[in-house]
């Protein structure tokens, strides 16, 4: 079983900068997955990464602007998140990638940008 840890989410103004970590623990998945819920709406994949090897692919919301990567040492995930706009307020989430339906959610960490 794999536990995920989400933190690093904040207050910041438009056009500001957070990075958001993702501590792994336990067995790994190949890939991992940033996924954000704004009020109201359908959570939503933003980014993912492969384990081994570093692949990446970006939700065209966020591509040029965030980028996600892993420190293998420290079993980590990472979201640097760039350029904020007000839209990009939500809980994030990690999770694997592809998540499946079956796939327990954590806390995740808050975001809020304010215009």
């Known amino acids: 079983q794999v536990q995920l840890v989400e933190s690093g989410g904040g207050l910041v103004q438009a056009g500001g900068s957070l990075r958001l970590s993702c501590a792994a623990s336990g067995r790994t998945f190949s890939s991992y997955g940033w996924y954000r819920q704004a009020p109201g709406k359908e959570r939503e994949f933003v980014a993912a990464i492969r384990w081994s090897g570093g692949s990446t692919s970006y939700a065209d919301s966020v591509r040029g602007r965030f980028t996600i990567s892993r420190d293998n040492a420290k079993n980590t995930i990472y979201l640097q998140m760039n350029s904020l706009k007000p839209e990009d307020t939500a809980i994030y989430y990690c999770?694997?990638?592809?998540?499946?339906?079956?796939?327990?959610w954590g806390q995740g960490t808050q975001v809020t940008v304010s215009s």
């Open positions: 999770n694997r990638s592809p998540v499946l339906g079956s796939d327990s």
